[in-house]
């Protein structure tokens, strides 16, 4: 049960030994989509050198137009795990759909977009793995409506759920989504699970992602996914919204100067 009613103490989400949740504190970070050897390598040794705990890339891509790149799939997990076998670092990757199960055996946490938050078919048959779930809030969708979504895996036996805040729709288009932070200390009262802050997706600019991570970090965020790309302006995917390794890094350095005050 997500309820922190029954359940009074922070749930903390191990994995592998790197924890989120109840005062642990993670950055998973990296590119939106996997997109060679070289390019997640790179990235995945960038970000951990700066302090990442998590390496996320996408393989599985869920677009809006048909003919946008689609991700590199199968090949796109294969990489991920190169990057895990050099790096060390386990990874976060996004599934779509059920038949893609197998490929995700090695892959540490799964991810559920925003787009399959209410796909209860897919909830319930990852609620009968023990794979930490990534659970993205979906574009329009209520706290309460988030809950049930997290409720659904952990029905089916799996309650290492972390809650992730991306974003909602609004009427305001300058930005991607609109960051909903009252999300962060409202789901702290409705629940126990973690929360990450992803101000990648919820901004859709580069530029707003440092201030809203620490906006994160204030509000009292577990944690925070933030996409890195090696050649933000060559990105196949979300490169708009997606920091340099530079950049990255000077996040950290704020972010980690804020933490003992969260
Ligand atoms: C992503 O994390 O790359 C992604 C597609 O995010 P969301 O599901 O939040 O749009
Ligand atoms: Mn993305």
């Not at 577990?222 to 000077?250: M, R």
Request: hydrophobic residues 40%; charged residues 20%.
């Amino acid at each position: 049960n997500a309820n922190r009613k029954f359940h009074p103490q922070d749930t903390v989400v191990d994995v592998n030994g790197v924890k989120v949740g109840g005062g642990n504190f993670q950055i998973i970070a990296g590119p939106c989509s996997v997109e060679s050897l070289d390019q997640i390598c790179s990235v995945a040794e960038s970000v951990k050198a700066s302090g990442a705990g998590m390496l996320r890339g996408g393989a599985f891509k869920p677009r809006t137009s048909p003919y946008a790149f689609q991700g590199m799939r199968d090949k796109g997990i294969d990489l991920l795990l190169e990057a895990k076998k050099a790096t060390g670092l386990p990874i976060v990757s996004e599934i779509m759909d059920l038949s893609q199960m197998p490929l995700f055996e090695e892959v540490d946490v799964i991810q559920v977009g925003a787009r399959n938050m209410q796909n209860f078919e897919l909830l319930k048959e990852l609620g009968k793995t023990t794979k930490p779930i990534l659970l993205k809030r979906g574009l329009s969708s209520t706290l309460q409506e988030l809950l049930m979504s997290a409720e659904y895996i952990m029905a089916g036996g799996n309650g290492r759920v972390i809650l992730c805040e991306r974003g909602i729709r609004t009427f305001e288009t300058t930005t991607r989504n609109t960051l909903d932070l009252s999300a962060v200390p409202l789901l702290k009262t409705m629940t126990h699970l973690p929360i990450v802050v992803d101000p990648s997706h919820a901004t859709g600019l580069s530029k707003l992602v440092k201030p809203m991570a620490m906006a994160a970090v204030a509000c009292g965020a577990d944690g925070l996914l933030i996409e890195v790309h090696n050649d933000p302006i060559h990105a196949l995917c979300d490169g708009q919204q997606s920091l340099t390794p530079e950049a990255f890094t000077d996040l950290v350095k704020s972010v980690q100067n804020i933490l003992p005050f969260a």
